[in-house]
Structure formats: structure tokens, C-alpha cells
């Protein structure tokens, strides 16, 4: 079996030359790496991570510990993990994805993974995942605020999520909506805790009257209501609600489409009746749906980006300066779901 010495002397290059071109964490010129592709492919030469983890004590692998779920991911998931991917292969990372349920992660087979760091996407409260990665010393970056107690100074990615609440908030209230229906994240995770407190923050502000009955939480992701929530939730409310709904912010485009069945089977119509504004969505699905949703593209696939940064940084491997915490901005599109309050 060929092995690196092989390569460069055939290469006429040095070892570190033929590391740095399979690693890529330094560059080399397009005709030396050309060359040392086309040597280690005569040779069948393939690199030895785990001869490399020996003498490097790192594996060069992160793990991207993601919110078990019994379904397929969603855009948003899509985009991300692809952001995170291919950033982490500029930096010669592979990407190890863990979708053990949070509750199965025990510390002995946390304590074994072949990774040199993390990232958590989705905390929630007490998150079991990070208080684990801190007892086992292994760093780790969240997307998102984590609330753990004991845990401070942590590397976060996040979007501004009180400040796209406010926005989308004065957005309703700017076109006459004080009927605003909300179908929020799970109250567990942070990002859900900051939209709520926001929300009602805003609502008071403008001297809004905050009805708890028409806010609402996303079910545990291992419950069979997890999938069909935003539907049980509009029909309950538009039946039983004694002012008629004039808006309704939903979480994501499968709650968003939830509501939307909900709406047409109840005889209403979007943006006729009520105004329908989804916070985290497929934008190519946004718009082919009838009337075209309006949103927020929160940039998920910068969102994977940054957070690999940020984590190759707290490894060492990106050096200089670089904020603990990272804002990726979200971004407003206005499509055809919204419309001023109906008053007649």
C-alpha cells in the first residue's frame, strides 16, 4: 500500500506539501496540487485519517448534532447542513450528523465520538446536549441562545429573533391587524422563549390586548402532532374565538400550510379574510403556493457557514480575531399573503 512518502517523492514535493492538498488547510498552487492528485491516484494512495488522528490527536472530524425527528428535513435543514458541509470541507473537516434523540445521549458515548468539537442546532431550555459536550470538555458552537444553568460565555450563531418578531409584528399592526394569531416554536426551545417574549412585548406597546387563547406552541418533536401542527390549532381558534382573526404568524411553511388547509376549509380566504406570514420557510415553496407567502429568509445556509467559523476558530484552526457571537440578518419578502385588515 502506498503511503505519503511515496507520493511526494514521485511528486517531488515534501510530505507537508501532499498533507496540505488532501487537508486544504493551507494552499498550494494548482499545478502542484494537480500533480499530487494525479501521483496518489497512480499509486492509489488514500489519506490515513486515522494514522493522521494519531499523531495530530485530532480526528478532523465535527459532529452537527440536529433534533431527531421521525420525518424528512425540512428546506431549512437542507440548506444549513449544506452550508455546514461544504464549509467544513474548506478546512479538511469531515462532518459527523447525529440525530440521536436528546434524551439517548448518555456521557460514555459522548465521551467516545471521533470529533474534535460540535454544533448544536435548535437548543432548548437545559439542553441535555450541551450540558454534556461542557462536562466532557469538548467545544462546541449553538445555533441558537442556549439557557442552560452554570453555562456561560458559550459560542453562539443565531439570527436576530426578537428583532424579526418586532418586524413582522409592526408589519401586521402597520397594515390595521391587531387580531394576530400566533403559532410559535416550541416553548422549550430558545428561539420559541425570545419570539414569545417579544411578541407580547410588542402587542403591549401598541396597546394591543395580548389573548393568550390565540397563542400557540409547536408540540414535542417526537409527538404525532408535531407534523400536523398550525391546522388543529386555526380550525379550534377561528371556531371558538369571540373577535374574528385578522392574521396569523406561523413558525414555519409546514405550519404555515397547516393553517392555510385550516383557512379554506373553514370558507376564508388568504389575504381576503386573514393575513398569513411565516417566519422560517422554503422560499421556492413560498412561492409557488396560491397566494405566494409572505416571509423571511433567515439565511440558513449562512447560518452553516458561520457557525463552522466560529467552531474552527474555538479549535484554532481559523485564527484572528472573531466574535463569540455571531448575528446572521434575516432578510424580508413581501409576496402576496398579506394585505390590509378587512373591515368590512
Known amino acids: 500500500m502506498a503511503k505519503i512518502d511515496d507520493v511526494a517523492r514521485l511528486a517531488g514535493v515534501s510530505k507537508g506539501t501532499v498533507s496540505n492538498v488532501f487537508s486544504q488547510k493551507r494552499p498550494t498552487s494548482k499545478k502542484v496540487t494537480e500533480k499530487v492528485l494525479q501521483v496518489s491516484k497512480e499509486l492509489n494512495y488514500v489519506p490515513n485519517h486515522i494514522a493522521r488522528s494519531l499523531v495530530t490527536k485530532k480526528t478532523m472530524a465535527i459532529g452537527l448534532m440536529i433534533p431527531h425527528r421521525k420525518f424528512f428535513f425540512s428546506m431549512f435543514h437542507n440548506q444549513f447542513i449544506n452550508g455546514v458541509l461544504l464549509e467544513a470541507s474548506n478546512y479538511g473537516y469531515r462532518v459527523l450528523l447525529d440525530m440521536i434523540p436528546t434524551g439517548e445521549v448518555k456521557t460514555p458515548s459522548l465521551a467516545s465520538y471521533p470529533i474534535d468539537g460540535a454544533i448544536v442546532l435548535g437548543p432548548t431550555e437545559e439542553d441535555d446536549r450541551i450540558n454534556l459536550l461542557?462536562?466532557?470538555?469538548?467545544?462546541?458552537?449553538?445555533?441558537?441562545?442556549?439557557?442552560?444553568?452554570?453555562?456561560?460565555?458559550?459560542?453562539t450563531v443565531n439570527n436576530d429573533n426578537k428583532g424579526i418578531i418586532r418586524y413582522i409584528c409592526e408589519y401586521l399592526i402597520g397594515l390595521g391587524h391587531h387580531n394576530i394569531m400566533f403559532l410559535n416554536a416550541g416553548d422549550r426551545m430558545t428561539v420559541g422563549i425570545e419570539r414569545m417574549e417579544e411578541f407580547v412585548r410588542v402587542l403591549e406597546e401598541h396597546g394591543i390586548t395580548v389573548q393568550p387563547e390565540m397563542i400557540y406552541s409547536k408540540p414535542d418533536?417526537?409527538?404525532?402532532?408535531?407534523?400536523?401542527?398550525?391546522?388543529?390549532?386555526?380550525?379550534?381558534?377561528?371556531?371558538?374565538?369571540?373577535?374574528?382573526?385578522?392574521?396569523?404568524?406561523?413558525?414555519?411553511?409546514?405550519?404555515?400550510?397547516?393553517?392555510?388547509?385550516?383557512?379554506?376549509?373553514?370558507?376564508?380566504?388568504?389575504?381576503?379574510?386573514?393575513?398569513?406570514?411565516?417566519?422560517?420557510?422554503?422560499?421556492?415553496?413560498?412561492?409557488?403556493?396560491?397566494?405566494?407567502?409572505?416571509?423571511?429568509?433567515?439565511?440558513?445556509?449562512?447560518?452553516?457557514?458561520?457557525?463552522?467559523?466560529?467552531?474552527?476558530?474555538?479549535l484554532g484552526v481559523l485564527e484572528g480575531e472573531y466574535d463569540n457571537n455571531w448575528t446572521v440578518p434575516s432578510k424580508f419578502i413581501e409576496r402576496d399573503s398579506c394585505a390590509p385588515v378587512n373591515k368590512t
Open 134 to 155: 461542557h462536562q466532557n470538555e469538548i467545544p462546541f458552537v449553538t445555533v441558537g441562545r442556549i439557557i442552560n444553568e452554570g453555562i456561560q460565555d458559550v459560542s
Open 221 to 314: 418533536i417526537h409527538s404525532d402532532e408535531y407534523i400536523k401542527y398550525g391546522y388543529d390549532e386555526t380550525m379550534r381558534t377561528l371556531k371558538s374565538h369571540p373577535e374574528r382573526v385578522t392574521a396569523i404568524i406561523a413558525d414555519d411553511d409546514r405550519s404555515a400550510l397547516s393553517a392555510l388547509n385550516a383557512i379554506n376549509e373553514a370558507g376564508l380566504s388568504v389575504p381576503e379574510d386573514i393575513s398569513l406570514f411565516v417566519i422560517c420557510g422554503d422560499l421556492t415553496m413560498m412561492h409557488q403556493v396560491r397566494p405566494a407567502l409572505t416571509g423571511m429568509d433567515l439565511q440558513p445556509s449562512e447560518l452553516g457557514v458561520q457557525s463552522v467559523r466560529l467552531l474552527m476558530h474555538k
